[in-house]
Structures are given as C-alpha cells and as structure tokens.
C-alpha cells in the first residue's frame, strides 16, 4: 500500500515557475514508475510526465521543455519543475504510481493517486 501526498502548488503569473513535490510512502518506491497528471475545470485528466528508473522521462507534448519531472529515491519523492508557465497550464495536478502500463499510462494503469494540488496561472 502506498500513499502519496502533492505540495507546492499555488498561484503564479504566466511566465513565471513553480515546483510540485510529491512525498510517497509504505511501499517500495523505486520499484514504481512516477508520473503526473493535471485536471482542469470541466476537462478530462490528462497525462503530463513520468520517469522510470533514473533517467528515462516522457513527457506530452504540450510541457517538452518546459517541464521537467525528477526523482529522489532516498527521500521517496518525485518532483515537477514548471517553468514559463500558461494559463492553460492552470489544473489541478496528481501525482501518480504504477508498475506497468501503456506510453503515455492511462488512468486503469495507476495503482495509487495522490489527492491533488491546485496549480492557477494568471495572464
């Protein structure tokens, strides 16, 4: 069983940055492929990044460059640094963990889901 708790959202003006942490605990944590997702008002939840292991990301094609998602095995933790943010950028975002799964992962492949936190960019 595995709980994941995001921190580090807020409110920030476009073009400006802001990081997203993600702390996990009570399972085996380097075992499991991380990701985001971010969830709009009135949209569907939309995959943003993962990484496997300790260097092997993906990421949509919406945040290439903008994003960059990391991970801190020792800690239990997983990171999202967004620079030069949008408003469309504005979502709640999720922190994500499975085991296996299709590239990008659809929602069926996560097994735990962190509870959100509220990303707003103002323009």
């Known amino acids: 069983q595995v709980q994941l708790v995001e921190s580090g959202g807020g409110l920030v003006q476009a073009g400006g940055s802001l990081s997203l942490s993600c702390a996990a605990s009570g399972g085996p944590f380097s075992r499991y492929t991380m990701a985001w997702f971010r969830q709009g008002p009135e949209k569907e939840r939309e995959f943003v990044a993962l990484?496997?292991?300790?260097?092997?990301?993906y990421y949509v094609d919406s945040v290439k460059g903008r994003f960059t998602i990391s991970r801190d095995n020792a800690k239990q933790a997983v990171y999202l640094r967004m620079n030069s943010l949008k408003p469309e950028d504005t979502a709640a975002y999720y922190c994500?963990?499975?085991?296996?799964?299709?590239?990008?992962?659809?929602?069926?492949?996560?097994?735990?889901w962190g509870q959100g936190t509220q990303v707003t960019v103002s323009s």
């Open positions: 990484i496997r292991g300790i260097d092997t990301t």
């Open positions: 994500a963990a499975y085991t296996v799964g299709d590239v990008p992962p659809r929602i069926i492949d996560i097994a735990y």
